[in-house]
C-alpha cells in the first residue's frame, strides 16, 4: 500500500473531534518536530503543519495507526486519538533525524500543566524601514484553562529606538491552543554595524511553567 492510501484509509477511519477535546499544534520543520514530545487528553487532536521547504511525513512507528502522506510546506494533517497509549512516529524521508511521541493520558487523568518556552529570531537587518523580528511562543500541549504570560523587550548589544522598538505586554492562549507569536521591530538602515542582539523575556505566567523564558534576537547587518 502506497504512503498516499495509507493515508487515506487511516483519516477515513479518525472519529470526529468530540465536544470540549483540544487541537494541539505541532509544527514540522526540515530540522524535526515542534514540539517533539506532546501530551494530549483521549478524544483530542494533533494537527501537524509542515513548515519546512521540504517534503515531510507523520508516519507511525506502527504500521497502520497513523501516517499522513507526502505533505509540501504549509500542508497540515489532523489526527484525532481515541485510546489512552505512546505514539511514537516519524518522519518517512529522514526517519533517522525526525522523530516525535504523542502521549495519550486515560479518561480521568488530569494534564500535567503545560510548559512554556520562546524561541530565538534571526533576521537581516536591511536598508530602510522597519522589519519583523517574529518569536514563536509555544506550550508543550494544549491546556483546557487560558494561559497567560508578560513580555518585555530587553537591550543586549542592540539598543532601543536606534536598533529595535521597544515592547511590552501580555499574550494569552486560549483553551486548546499551543502557539502565539510575538513580533518586535527592527530598525533597518545603511550603518555598517557588527552583529547586534536583543532579547524578549517572558514572565509572570499563570497555567504553565516557563522552561526557556528568553528569546534572543540576533540582528545580522547586510550594508
Same mark, same amino acid.
Given at each position: 500500500?502506497?504512503?498516499?492510501?495509507?493515508? *487515506?484509509?487511516?483519516?477515513?477511519?479518525?472519529?470526529?473531534?468530540?465536544?470540549?477535546?483540544?487541537?494541539?499544534?505541532? !509544527?514540522?520543520? !526540515?530540522?524535526?518536530?515542534?514540539?517533539?514530545?506532546?501530551?494530549?487528553?483521549?478524544? !483530542?487532536?494533533?494537527?501537524?503543519? /509542515?513548515?519546512?521547504?521540504?517534503?515531510?511525513?507523520?508516519?507511525? %512507528?506502527?504500521?497502520?495507526?497513523?501516517?499522513?502522506? %507526502?505533505?509540501?510546506?504549509?500542508?497540515?494533517?489532523?489526527?484525532?486519538?481515541?485510546?489512552?497509549?505512546?505514539?511514537?512516529?516519524?518522519?518517512?524521508?529522514?526517519?533517522?533525524?525526525?522523530?516525535?511521541?504523542?502521549?495519550?493520558?486515560?479518561?480521568?487523568?488530569?494534564?500535567?500543566?503545560?510548559?512554556?518556552?520562546?524561541?530565538?529570531?534571526?533576521?537581516?537587518?536591511?536598508?530602510?524601514?522597519?522589519?519583523?523580528?517574529?518569536?514563536?511562543?509555544?506550550?508543550?500541549?494544549?491546556?483546557?484553562? *487560558?494561559?497567560?504570560?508578560?513580555?518585555?523587550? *530587553? /537591550?543586549?548589544?542592540?539598543?532601543?529606538?536606534?536598533?529595535?522598538?521597544?515592547?511590552?505586554?501580555?499574550?494569552?492562549?486560549?483553551?486548546?491552543?499551543?502557539?502565539?507569536?510575538?513580533?518586535?521591530?527592527?530598525?533597518?538602515?545603511?550603518?555598517?554595524?557588527?552583529?547586534?542582539?536583543?532579547?524578549?523575556?517572558?514572565?509572570?505566567?499563570?497555567?504553565?511553567?516557563?522552561?526557556?523564558?528568553?528569546?534572543?534576537?540576533?540582528?545580522?547587518? %547586510? !550594508?
Amino acid at each position: 500500500m502506497s504512503i498516499r492510501t495509507a493515508a *487515506a484509509v487511516v483519516c477515513a477511519l479518525a472519529a470526529p473531534a468530540t465536544a470540549g477535546a483540544a487541537t494541539v499544534d505541532v !509544527d514540522i520543520q !526540515d530540522s524535526g518536530y515542534q514540539p517533539a514530545s506532546i501530551t494530549i487528553a483521549v478524544n !483530542d487532536t494533533v494537527r501537524w503543519t /509542515n513548515r519546512g521547504t521540504l517534503t515531510h511525513t507523520v508516519t507511525s %512507528d506502527t504500521a497502520g495507526q497513523f501516517n499522513s502522506g %507526502d505533505m509540501a510546506s504549509m500542508a497540515q494533517f489532523p489526527q484525532t486519538f481515541l485510546t489512552p497509549g505512546t505514539y511514537p512516529y516519524h518522519c518517512f524521508y529522514h526517519s533517522l533525524t525526525m522523530k516525535g511521541t504523542v502521549t495519550v493520558l486515560a479518561p480521568g487523568t488530569p494534564l500535567p500543566p503545560p510548559e512554556l518556552r520562546i524561541g530565538d529570531r534571526r533576521l537581516r537587518e536591511g536598508d530602510g524601514g522597519f522589519r519583523r523580528a517574529v518569536f514563536v511562543l509555544r506550550l508543550s500541549q494544549a491546556s483546557s484553562t *487560558a494561559v497567560e504570560v508578560q513580555f518585555r523587550t *530587553a /537591550n543586549g548589544t542592540a539598543r532601543r529606538r536606534s536598533d529595535y522598538r521597544a515592547r511590552s505586554g501580555r499574550v494569552t492562549f486560549a483553551p486548546g491552543e499551543t502557539v502565539k507569536r510575538v513580533v518586535v521591530r527592527v530598525v533597518a538602515d545603511l550603518r555598517d554595524e557588527r552583529r547586534e542582539t536583543f532579547w524578549l523575556l517572558l514572565h509572570n505566567s499563570t497555567g504553565a511553567t516557563l522552561i526557556d523564558p528568553r528569546g534572543r534576537g540576533v540582528i545580522v547587518d %547586510d !550594508d
